[in-house]
Every structure is written in C-alpha cells, then in structure tokens.
C-alpha cells in the first residue's frame, strides 16, 4: 500500500516558498505521492445568500495542473488530482495540461475526475451543471484517445474533434485516470471506467457495499475487479496511533494507496504540517509502501 499526503490547498496560503518546502518536505519524509483537491472559483455568500457549500470566495486553491508543473521541477513524488471537475473544463485542454505535466514528471501524473457539486463553478466555465454525469462519461473515452493516439476525430454528444491530435504525447499512454465515487451510480462509473477510485467513507460496511458494487461493474464489463486501484484519506488528528489503526483497516479493505490529510487539524503553517507528517511517517513507515 503506498503512503502519500493530501496538499492542504485550503491551508498552505499563497506564498511560493511554502509550497516548495511542502513539497520537497513531504519527499524527504519517504511520501509517495501528493494529492490536491480543484475548485476553480468559489462562490461568494453575500451574492448567494444561503450558501451552504463547504467552500466559498475566502478559500484558497491552487491550480493542480500548474501546480504539478511547479512541483514536478522540485521532487519525484507522484502527482495526484483528487479530485480535478472533468465535465466543468474543456476536455481537449484538460488532456493537453495532463499531458504536459505527465511529460514534465516524467510519467508521475494520476488523474483523478469527478463531478463536482458546484453550480456557481460551474456556471462561471461556461458548462452545463445537469448534464454532467452522462459528459464524464464521453470525457473520459475523449480524453484516452487524445493521449494515445496522433490524430483523433471523434463525434460525441458533448465533445467534437475532427482530425486534430496533440503533441507531445504523454509518457504514459494512456495517463491512468482514476474516479472520485459516493453514490451507486458513480460506483458503477468506476466500476466500468476507472483505474481506480477514491471512496469517501471509512473502512467499515459503507466501504464494503461501496466496492462490492465498483467490483460487480467492472466484471459486468468484462474487466478484472482486482486491478482496479482504491486510495483511501487518512485524518490526522494528533493521535499517531489512530492513525496507524485507520491505515491498517484500509489496507486490510483493500486499499493500493492511502493519503494523509492535514487539513482542519488546526495547524497553522507549513512547517506544522509538515512536522505533523514527520510523526505520520514514523508512524506508517511510507518508505515500506
């Protein structure tokens, strides 16, 4: 099981140089992988009164894609989107980022999709909020061909190329891409899609009913449940010992991958975060992974 982080977008502020030292820290601390949520934009609650969303205008995000083109400069760590909004971007531009930045790291990007819940965000890039579960879907055969092929004409119902490829090609072909899933239906998605995916319970029997169901997808489609990757998070709380129970049930749920979440810790800079993953990865023992 390979051990890695969640970059703490809402926390690590915009100063470059904090960025730099998470992410070259987190490499020295034997981490494998660093994970980052997307929001493009965030809604602003004086203008959308009773907002309830979990984020809003106050809260920060870096960019992923230009993020991992930073990053993939400064360490060897595998770069992880978990999860980018597929369906609110332009999907032969998203393909042309991933695969500069799996070019540029060397073949260390997984691009993890999802659908997002956001309609202001949505709304703000021009796509369309309802339609967004049956998109990912096309997205996703879109984006394998684009990575894999020179010239790609392709006809769908939401995306049309005619005759038209990118170049440079990525390093992996296809990037693997991996899905974000809480609900039947995205379960199956993955399921018949995905790499691999990315459940948002905790070990338990909500995990077990969840991945019974990606399994059966993916052998409804004739694909084999057992190489489908399963990245669990992992909450640091202060308590390295319920940390290292928490990874242990994952690991025996199954999981490929786990990440360390920092977030909401109440750790207020980089350098507490980053002697909170100190005691993690004496903890977990990454390096092992």
């Known amino acids: ?129 309802t339609t967004r579960g049956k998109r990912v879907e096309e997205q996703v055969e879109l984006l394998r061909q ?36 809480q609900s039947p239906a995205a379960y199956r998605r993955a399921g018949r899609l995905a790499d691999g995916w990315f459940p948002q319970m905790s070990p338990g029997p909500k995990l077990d009913e969840a991945k019974a169901m990606v399994d059966e997808a993916a052998v409804l489609a004739g694909r084999d449940p057992s190489t489908l990757g399963m990245e669990g998070r992992v909450n640091w709380t202060g308590n390295a010992e319920e940390l290292n129970d928490l990874a242990r049930r994952w690991r025996e749920s199954g999981a490929t991958h786990i990440a360390v979440n920092t977030m909401k810790a109440g750790l207020r800079s980089v350098d507490e975060h980053l002697s909170a993953l100190e005691t993690a990865a004496e903890t977990l023992e990454p390096r092992k992974g």
């Open 1 to 129: 099981m390979r051990i890695g982080v969640v970059f703490p977008q809402t926390e690590i502020g915009a100063d470059v140089g904090a960025v730099r030292a998470y992410g070259q820290g987190v490499e020295e601390l034997g981490f494998r992988h660093v994970m980052a949520y997307d929001h493009v934009v965030g809604a602003d609650p004086a203008i959308h009164q009773g907002w309830q969303g979990v984020y809003d205008v106050r809260t920060t995000f870096h960019e992923p894609m230009v993020l991992f083109g930073y990053l993939a400069a400064l360490t060897s760590l595998e770069l992880v989107t978990a999860i980018i909004i597929l369906p609110q971007r332009q999907t032969a531009l998203v393909a042309k980022q991933a695969a500069e930045v799996d070019l540029l790291s060397a073949g260390r990007l997984r691009l993890g999709v999802g659908l997002g819940w956001n309609q202001v965000e949505y709304e703000a890039l021009g796509q369309e909020f």
């Open 146 to 181: 684009l990575w894999t092929e020179r010239s790609v004409t392709f006809d769908g119902t939401y995306d049309r190329v005619t005759g038209a490829g990118l170049a440079p090609l990525p390093v992996q072909r296809p990037i693997p891409i991996w899905f974000g899933a």
